[in-house]
Nanobody, 119 residues
């Protein structure tokens, strides 16, 4: 069974850091680009970061660029999101996503991990 399991969320003060992890299983992880999304209450889910299957290229939302870093370890079937200089507006549930196949036939989501940035 395909599984994506996020971890690493929690409560942090503004300016602090967290590292999220997403452990993948049940599919060929190294064939899939990976993404992190987030969703705050009452807001649309937004794409935060993207990484290609081999990890050679990354893209970020303007709101997090320079503060967040997506990375992956294909040997560990894990994708990470390092979040620095956190702001209250970063508060959201963060989701790991894998999409692949012809026409992105396969589209998998984790259960999410809560990140709360508050003083």
């Amino acid at each position: 069974q395909v599984q994506l399991v996020e971890s690493g969320g929690g409560l942090v003060q503004p300016g602090g850091s967290l590292r999220l992890s997403c452990a993948a299983s049940g599919f060929t992880f190294s064939n899939y680009p990976m993404r992190w999304y987030r969703q705050a209450p009452g807001k649309e889910r937004e794409l935060v970061a993207h990484i290609t299957s081999a990890g050679g290229n990354t893209r970020y939302a303007d709101s997090v660029k320079g503060r967040f870093t997506i990375s992956r370890d294909n040997a560990k079937n894990t994708v990470y999101l390092q979040m620095n200089s956190l702001k209250p507006e970063d508060t959201a549930v963060y989701y790991c996503n894998a999409a692949g196949g012809i026409g992105y036939l396969y589209n998998y989501w984790g259960q999410g991990t809560q990140v709360t940035v508050s003083s």
